[in-house]
């Protein structure tokens, strides 16, 4: 199992990034998939995640700013953060608990940073 992720940066507040995740090695389809994050100094927490039936649901902290998808086709989920703020510089991790493994997998990372 491999969950490849990518789209990190730096950028300054206000503006957007798009992080994407690859899995491989999972049946990507029925399985949830999920985006956390670690700040510095602070826990890993989750941002949002999305159901196999394309259900979603994200931390207050990002809600109205960042969007969660999924593309079974291509293996991939997806975040779309707006309006990124100084206080979400973390690195993001891509996540998977997949049946029938029944165990956690993580990507290995990006790191986003907003800085003026």
């Known amino acids: 199992v491999q969950l490849q992720a990518s789209g990190g940066g730096v950028v300054q507040p206000g503006e957007s990034l798009r992080l994407s995740c690859v899995a491989s090695g999972i049946v990507f389809e029925i399985n949830t998939m999920a985006w956390y994050r670690q700040g510095p100094g602070k826990q890993r927490e989750l941002v949002a995640r999305?159901?196999?039936?394309?259900?979603?649901n994200y931390a207050d902290s990002v809600k109205a700013r960042f969007t969660v998808s999924r593309d079974n086709a291509k293996n991939t989920v997806s975040l779309q953060m707006n309006s990124l703020k100084p206080e979400d510089t973390a690195v993001y991790y891509c996540y998977s608990r997949p049946y029938p493994l029944n165990r956690d997998y993580w990507g290995q990372g990006t790191q986003v940073t907003v800085s003026s």
């Open positions: 999305i159901t196999s039936a394309g259900s979603t």
